[in-house]
């Protein structure tokens, strides 16, 4: 749902980059308002990323990353793939980071009932985009699908890495609320620094939001179910 709606407020701002921005700053403000209901305060105490691994620090990123693939792939390969092929991403990442201990996460090794089990949910998924697809016009030549195909799995093996890390960044700080405002913020700043440097009229395509706002006035909802 979050990228069918992120989606459709691309299509008032014209570059996903944009779209992106607007949903992490709208995703922000909803974890200050939750932080001020759960009585928490609302300041970073960043000291206590010394001493730390340095891929704490890209929780902002990889999200901006993953968000911002899923407003490009969307109008591409239609709702089914993009809810899916992420998830294929996030299943061998999630393997990996098992496996090998990534991220400090507890190594599990992989077992081979567990491996018979992730390739029939692969298989399922795989299965229900090709046949979901099938009967589908597509306007997108065959080696450009699977490019997109590819991209959206990328996104969730990016995506997979954030959870991990965003993990990790929770213990650090003791709050993951407080660690997901953090990438929330970063991804924000990140975002709209990448409208900027790319010319993006941001102020005009804030007025088409507000335009659009008129018809589709859930189109500012994706910052909240990402948040």
């Known amino acids: 749902m979050q990228a069918a709606v992120n989606s459709r407020l691309g299509h ?6 944009l779209a992106s921005a607007i949903s992490f700053c709208l995703g922000s403000l909803f974890l200050l308002i939750a932080l001020y209901l759960t009585g928490d305060h609302i300041g970073f105490d ?4 010394q001493n730390k691994p340095w891929w704490l620090w890209t929780a902002g990123i990889t999200g901006a990353f993953s968000l911002t693939v899923n407003v490009l ?3 591409k390969l239609g709702s089914i793939q993009t809810a899916l092929l992420p998830i294929v991403g996030q ?8 496996q090998f201990g990534l991220f400090n996460a507890p190594v599990s090794q992989i077992k081979l009932i567990k491996v018979v089990g992730v390739l029939f949910v692969i298989a399922g998924m795989l299965l229900t985009v090709l046949f979901g697809s099938k009967n589908k016009r597509s306007q997108i030549t065959t080696k450009s699908k699977y490019a997109w195909q590819f991209l959206a ?4 093996l ?3 890495m954030q959870i991990a890390i965003n993990g990790q960044a929770g213990i650090a700080m003791g709050s993951p609320v407080k660690v997901t405002l953090l990438a929330f913020v970063v991804g924000s700043f990140l975002l709209i620094g990448i409208s900027r440097l790319t010319g993006t009229p941001i102020r005009e395509r804030l007025k088409d939001v507000k ?3 008129k018809t589709d006035r859930w189109i500012l ?4 179910f990402g948040a």
């Open 221 to 224: 909802l994706g910052g909240i």
């Open 153 to 156: 799995i990328l996104s969730g």
């Open 158 to 160: 990016v995506f997979g």
């Open 46 to 49: 960043l000291s206590v990323f």
């Open 73 to 75: 792939v969307f109008p």
């Open 91 to 98: 299943i061998i990442m999630g393997l990996t980071i098992d």
């Open 12 to 17: 008032y701002t014209k570059t996903p980059f």
């Open 211 to 213: 335009i659009g706002l």
